[in-house]
C-alpha cells in the first residue's frame, strides 16, 4: 500500500471515530438542551410567564442582599372574581396575562416578577427613593389601563399595589417586606391608588393569612 493510500485509510478511521463519538455527544446535547428547557418552563407560570412563587422568592432575595435601593411591590386584581363570572374564564386569563405583561415592562429585566397565586402577584426591584412617588403612579396607571380581548370587547380592569421598603421597614427579609406591602396594599384596596408601607405596617396582624392595613399612610396614583 503507497503512502498516500496509507494517509486516506488513517484519515477515513479517524473521521469515523469522530463521528461515531459524537453521536451520543449530540443525542446528549439535545437532552440537555430539551432537560433545560423543562426546567425552565417549571420556574415560570405557564399563564402568564411570570417567575412561579420558589423561583421568584430565590431572585428576589439575590435582589435585596445585592443592592441597597430595592423595592418590594404587591399586587392584587380588584374584583377579578366579577370578571370572571360576567365574561367568563378566558376573559379572566387574558386580564391576568396582561397585568403579567404590565408587570414585566414597568419593571424591567433585572426585576423579579412573580405570580404568587390566583390573581396576586410580586415585584422585587431596585427603585431609589427619590423616584418611588413617580414611578408608583406609573404602575398604577399601566394597571388601570383598559385590556382588549380577542373578540373586541374591552375591560375596564384596576388592580391595588402595596409596597415596601427596607430603609422604612427596617429590615432586608423578603417575608417581612412582603407583609408590610401587602398590608399597605389592602390599606388602599380599590381605592386607585398604590400605598408605601411605613414601619407600623410591619406590625399589623395577619388575618386569614392575609395582613390587615392600617390608615395614615402615603398614597400615590388615580383617584378611586
Known sequence: MDSALRTQTRFGQRALL???????????????IALHKKIAASRRDPLTGLLRRD??????????????????????????????????????????????????????????????????????????????????????????????????????????????????????DLTRLQRAADAALYDGKHSGRAVLATAAHATVPSLNGRRAGRPGTAMWGRAA
Do not use: C
Not at 69 to 91: C, P, Q, S
Not at 125 to 137: F, K, M, V, W, Y
Open 55 to 172: 423561583a421568584y422568592t430565590a431572585r428576589a432575595r439575590r435582589l435585596l442582599a445585592r443592592h441597597g435601593h430595592v423595592a418590594v411591590v404587591m399586587v392584587d386584581a380588584d374584583r377579578f372574581k366579577e370578571i370572571n363570572d360576567r365574561l367568563g374564564h378566558a376573559a379572566g386569563d387574558r386580564v391576568l396575562a396582561s397585568i403579567a405583561a404590565r408587570l414585566t415592562a414597568w419593571a424591567g429585566p433585572r426585576a423579579a416578577v412573580g405570580r404568587l397565586g390566583g390573581d396576586e402577584f410580586a415585584v422585587v426591584l431596585q427603585l431609589p427613593s427619590d423616584r418611588r412617588a413617580l414611578r408608583l403612579e406609573q404602575l398604577v396607571r399601566m394597571l388601570h389601563t383598559p385590556v382588549v380581548l380577542d373578540d373586541g370587547r374591552t375591560v375596564d380592569v384596576a388592580a391595588s399595589v402595596g409596597a415596601a421598603t427596607p430603609d422604612v421597614i427596617g429590615a432586608r
Open 18 to 32: 469522530l463521528t461515531t463519538a459524537a453521536v451520543p455527544l449530540t443525542g446528549w446535547a439535545v437532552h440537555a
